[in-house]
T-cell receptor, first 111, second 115 residues
Framework: QKEVEQNSGPLSVPEGAIASLNCTYS??????FFWYRQYSGKSPELIMS????GDKEDGRFTAQLNKASQYVSLLIRDSQPSDSATYLC???????????FGAGTRLFVKA | AAGVIQSPRHLIKEKRETATLKCYPI?????VYWYQQGPGQDPQFLIS???????DKGSIPDRFSAQQFSDYHSELNMSSLELGDSALYFC??????????????FGPGTRLTVT
């Protein structure tokens, strides 16, 4: 099993819908997780970090962490065409100074 | 707010040449990471530095070396360049706490093309 796994998509949702992005991880990563958004040819942009079980909300974004099931998810409410991008799930390794990225999920929001 | 600065933004080199990429972290960030991202791929971790010491190492070729200086900026030196080294190179910085570093903020990247 890869350390961080994501469905590469593409995931297509209509404008205004909720987009749900999922990520699973192995025992070889620490308990620090991050979601980044990356537009084509641009650098990753941090959206959310989550370290504790449960939900964390920031505007239209909600990150969810379930340590028992080893998954992390990102919900985007009221999806906009400008949300169309690749979303990268990432975790720190157990040493804390190496970030392991998932392959990314491409999201398309249709107007 | 200040962001991570990378230079140059674009670089074209020929095979077997050398290249130096520079990264200036966000002020008061003491941890720097380097990533390589090929077309359609996720960022691959190369190396990280915390307080001017190498803190972790990933899939960095032996032809590459990096260091972090006293002012916390970092340089990635790449020698004997190969066509396969053509990629986007990102630098990220982060404040570190106990147990490791946290949120990373990425620079705009350097696009390296090897011909």
């Amino acid at each position: 099993q890869k350390e961080v796994e994501q469905n590469s998509g593409p995931l297509s949702v209509p404008e205004g819908a909720i987009a749900s992005l999922n990520c699973t991880y192995s025992d070889r990563v620490s308990q620090s997780f991050f979601w980044y958004r990356q537009y084509s040819g641009k650098s990753p942009e941090l959206i959310m970090s989550i370290y504790s079980n449960g939900d964390k909300e920031d505007g239209r974004f909600t990150a969810q962490l379930n340590k028992a099931s080893q998954y992390v998810s990102l919900l985007i409410r009221d999806s906009q065409p400008s949300d169309s991008a690749t979303y990268l799930c990432a975790a720190l390794n157990t040493g804390g100074f190496k970030t392991i990225f998932g392959a990314g999920t491409r999201l398309f929001v249709k107007a | 707010a200040a962001g991570v600065i990378q230079s140059p933004r674009h670089l074209i080199k020929e095979k077997r040449e050398t290249a130096t990429l520079k990264c200036y972290p966000i002020p008061r960030h003491d941890t720097v990471y380097w990533y390589q991202q090929g077309p359609g791929q996720d960022p691959q971790f190369l190396i990280s530095f915390y307080e001017k010491m190498q803190s972790d190492k990933g899939s960095i070729p032996d032809r590459f070396s990096a260091q972090q200086f006293s002012d916390y900026h970092s340089e990635l030196n790449m020698s004997s360049l190969e066509l396969g080294d053509s990629a986007l190179y990102f630098c990220a910085s982060s404040p570190a706490g106990s147990g490791g570093a946290y949120e990373q903020y990425f620079g705009p990247g350097t696009r390296l093309t090897v011909t």
